[in-house]
C-alpha cells in the first residue's frame, strides 16, 4: 500500500454547510441515509470530481440535487465525475447497508453486548456511509435514529422523540471522526453540573443494568474536572448534555465524541471491591482526558492526521497536570516518567521510532503511540518551562481565541507561543519533526570557587533520518553542599548547541549538581558519577523527581553491576532503602516509588544500553537477589510498616489511603520473599477492596502457593468481565516465569477465554509480553505461543492486532538465538496471506 505523505496535503475541494443522517437499527442490515450539502471550497479553485471516502458498505442509492445517479464504488470509496455536479452548491444523498453484527474490528457501527455503538476515529465513519472523512472537513450534524432499542443516543442536544425514534443536533460544527451513536438497553446515573456563566448541563453515565452502582468515581471526577478547566484554562462545556456510555468491547481506553463519550467499561465501572487504587487514578484520569478533548481536540481539531500530537499531546499535558492537582504532583511526575522511559524511549530508540509529528503513515491507526501522546505532552512540558507559566497561559488564551472553530496543524501551535511570547521557536520545532531521544552526556570541572557543567547532545539516527542536529534542551539544575544544603536553587539552563558549557561562580565548596530536575527534559542523562553521591542525592535532593532518580539510578547500577558481573547486593543501596522506608516525613507513596526495584524489562534496556546482551533469565533472578536481599537486612522495618500502615477506615480511592495501600504492598512484596507468603495468605483471606486482594494474589502467585487463591477469586468473581480480565492477567505476570508459556496455553483454553473481547486479548497476550523473561523464555515457546494468537486476531480486529505487535520491537537487544526466533515469528506473520495493512505495516517496520 501507498504511504500517506505530510508533504501532499491540500484541502478538500469541496465544504460541507450541514449532514443529516437517518439510521433503521438493525443486527444485520442497517440502513444509513445521508443528505449532505456541499459547496465549492474557494481554497481548492477549479472544478473537482466529488471524492468520498467508504469502505465496506452496499450502496443502495446515490442522488445529487435529489436525482440519482449511477456510480459504483470501490473498497475505498466513490467518485462522482465533475460532468455530474452542479456549479455551485448542491446536496448529495445516499442510502446505504451495513451490518454492525458482524463487525468484529469495532470500527464504524458495531455491536457490544447487545448494543450499537460507534467508533469512528480516526477513519472508522467512512465505515458508515460515504464521506469526506478527513479532520478538515467539519459539518454541523443532526441525526434521527430509527430502534426499538430503549435508549438512542448521539451527539450535540436532544431534539424529538417518540416511540422507536430519537433526533440529536450538534450545533457546533466537527469532524466526521467524533460522530457517534449509541442505542441499547442501558441505565443513567444522573447528575447535574453549571458552569460559570450559567449553563445548566444535564449529565449522564449510561451502562448496562446491575451496573449503575459503579460509576460514582467516574461522576465524580467528570464534575471536577469540568471545574477545573474552567478555573485553569477558562474553558467552559459548550452544550446542554454530556453523556458517556461504558461498553465492554472497545478497542482503546476511551473516545471524545462531541457530547457523547464512549468508553472502555474498565474505564467507568469502580467499586471498591472491584477495582484497584490503580483503577480509579486511571479513570479519574481519562475521564478527565477525553472531557478536556472537547476544547483542544473538538472545538480546536487537527489539520490532518500528521497533527494528531496537536490534541492528543496537548490533552495529555492538560490530564497530567489535572491529576497532579488532585493528587501529589511528585508522585504523579515520577509515574509519568516512568511510563514514558517504558513505552516511549522504548519506542524512539528502535525500529519503530518516528517524530512527535511524523511525516508519514500507511496506516493512522498505527500512530496512535506513546511518542505522539506521551512525548507530545513532554514536548509542551518543556515549551512551558521555557516561556514560563505567564507566558504559557498567555499562548494558550491566543490559540484558544485564534484557532476556535479550526482544523489546526503544529505551524499554528507553535506560532501562538511566537505571538504570545516573542520567542523565535525555529530549532524548538525539531523536537516535532525529528524523531529520537538525545542523550545528554555531562561532564564537570572545579576550581577557585567556579564549578563547570558541560553538555553534549547526541542522537542516534532513527528510521529514515539520518542527521540529528542539536535541539534546544531545557536543563533544570540545582546545586547542593557537601552538607546537603542547597546552594544553588533550580535554574534552567537553555542549551541549544551540540556542546555547551555553564559555570557557577563563587561557590565556597565542591557542589555536588542535581541535574534535570522535575526531568525537565525527554532525554538520557549520561553522567559518570559513584554510588556514594547516588547515594547522597537519594538521601538530600529538594527536588522530589530527582531524589527518587538517584535511588533509581543507584538500584539500576546495583542491578545491572549484578547481572553482568556477577556482583553481591550492594550493602548502601541496602541500607538507602532502609532509610527511605523509615522516613516518616515523606509521603507513603513516594515511598512506595523509591522502594521499588526497576522492571526487568527496563533492566534489559539499560544492559543493551551498556553495550551488553541481556540474559532475561539472569535478569529476573538478579531482581529477585537483590529484592531478597533488601528484605533480609530490612525484615524488621518492613515488618512494623506493614503492620503500622494497615486500616480499619472505611475504603477511600484518594491518594492518601491510596499511596499508604501502595507502601503497605509494596512491603509485602518484599516480605514475601523470606515468609513464604504467610502475610499474602493471610490478607488475600481478610481484604475487603480489590487493590489488596490482588495485591495479596499476585503475591501468593510469585511464592509458588496460588492455586488455591486463583479458584476462590474465579467463583468469586465469574459474574464480573473486568475482574476476571484482571484474573488472566495476574496469572500471566506473577509466578515462576519459565512456567509462563505453559500458563499462557492453559488459560487461553479457559472457557473464559473471550478472545475477540479486546480487553481480555490484552489481559492474557499482553500480560504474556509484559512477563519479560516468560515471553523472552530460550525456547522461544513465548514467542510462538504470542504470534499464533496475532494471526489468529488479525482478520477479526487489525487494530487491536497491529498495536500488539510491539511486543516484538526490541527483538535488535537480545542474543543471536533468540533474534533469529523473533525474526522468524515475524516473518511468518508478514508472510500469511491476507495479513491486514495495519499489521503488515508495523511488522515490516519492525523487520526494518
Ligand atoms: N482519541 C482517542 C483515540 C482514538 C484511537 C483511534 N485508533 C482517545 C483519546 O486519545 O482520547
Ligand atoms: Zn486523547
Redesign the pocket.
Known sequence: PQPTLLASYQPYPYRIGDVALTFRLDPRTTRVLSRIAFAPNPDRPGRHDLRLDGGGLTLIRAAIEGADIDVTADDTGLTIPAALLPDGPFTFEAEVEIAPETNTALEGLYMSGGMYCTQC??EGFRRITFYPDRPDVMAPFTVRIESDMPVLLSNGNPGASGAGWAEWTDPWKKPAYLFALVAGDLVAVRDRFTTRSGREVALAIWVRKGDEGRCDYAMDSLKRSMSWDEEVYGREYDLDVFNIVAVDDF??????NKGLNIFNSKLVLASPETATDADFERIESVIA??YF?NWTGNRITCRDWFQLCLK?GL?VFRDQQFTSDMRSAAVKRIDDVLQLRARQFREDTGPLAHPVRPDSYVEI?NF?TATVYEKGAEVIGMLKRLVGDEGYASALALYFDRHDGDAATIEDWLKVFEDATGRDLSQFKRWYTDAGTPRLHVSEAWSDGTYTLTFTQKTAPTPGQDQKPPRVIPIAVGLLNPNGDEVVPTTVLEMTETSQSFRFEGLAARPVPSILRGFSAPVMLERKTDQAERAFLLAHDTDPFNKWEAGRALAKDVLTGMIAEGRAPSTRLVEAMGAVLRDETLDPAFRALCLWLPGEDDLAQALADAGRVPDPAAIHAGREALARAIAEANAAALSAAYDALASSAPFSPDAGPAGRRALRLTCLAFLNRIDGGDRAAALFAGADNMTESAGALAALLDAGRGEAAIAAFHDRWQGNRLVIDEWFMLQMLHGNPARAPETARKLAAHPDFDWKNPNRFRALLGGLAANHAGFHDASGAGYRFYADWLLRLDPVNP?TTARMTTAFETWARYDADRQALIRAELERIAGQPGLSRNTGEMVGRILG
Do not use: R
Not at 251 to 256: F, K, L, P
Open positions: 476515529e480516526a478497542n482503546m481506553g476511551a473516545m471524545e482526558h477525553e478533548h492528543e490533552t491507526n496512535y487494530q
